[in-house]
């Protein structure tokens, strides 16, 4: 027996067209991809709901980047082009710089509601699950 135990060529050519099969379907990659625009759905509709409206611009303001993969890691981008969004999710001084505005922080509070519901570890759990599967049959 070897240190890693004994495993017959059926077992091998079995394991090799899982695998295989699995990149050939990019089913991990698939997987991933709507895992994480759950996520990305959910922290999104948040930080528009949390934003304060005056005139709506700023709510309309918020976009979110497609699902991309990026040095490894997958990647959401969710932003505000609006050129007053810092000052309102940060805080600013008033015109005469006197006082203070706090700021709302809505994308913060997005943020930490997404990793409050677990969402994000939700996600890590399926894929290592789903891995785990494929790779132990």
């Given at each position: 027996?070897?240190?890693?135990?004994?495993?017959s060529d059926k077992q091998?050519?079995?394991?090799?067209?899982?695998?295989?099969?699995?990149?050939?379907?990019?089913?991990?990659?698939?997987?991933?991809?709507?895992?994480?625009?759950?996520?990305?759905?959910?922290?999104?509709?948040?930080v528009v709901k949390m934003?304060?409206?005056?005139?709506?611009?700023?709510?309309?303001?918020?976009s979110r980047s497609d699902?991309?993969?990026?040095?490894?890691?997958?990647?959401?981008?969710?932003?505000?082009?609006?050129?007053?969004?810092?000052?309102?999710?940060?805080?600013?001084?008033?015109?005469?710089?006197?006082?203070?505005?706090?700021?709302?922080?809505?994308?913060?509070?997005?943020?930490?509601?997404?990793?409050?519901?677990?969402?994000?570890?939700?996600?890590?759990?399926?894929?290592?699950?789903?891995?785990?599967?494929?790779?132990?049959?």
């Open positions: 027996m070897s240190e890693f135990g004994d495993i091998f050519q079995d394991f090799a067209k899982r695998v295989g099969d699995e990149v050939k379907t990019k089913g991990m990659l698939k997987k991933a991809t709507n895992r994480m625009n759950i996520v990305a759905n959910y922290t999104f509709r948040n934003t304060p409206t005056k005139t709506g611009t700023l709510k309309r303001g918020w699902v991309r993969y990026v040095n490894d890691e997958i990647v959401v981008k969710i932003s505000n082009d609006v050129n007053y969004a810092s000052f309102v999710e940060n805080g600013h001084r008033t015109v005469n710089g006197k006082n203070w505005v706090e700021g709302q922080f809505m994308a913060k509070k997005s943020l930490a509601m997404t990793e409050e519901n677990k969402l994000n570890k939700t996600m890590h759990k399926e894929l290592d699950g789903y891995l785990s599967k494929l790779l132990g049959g």
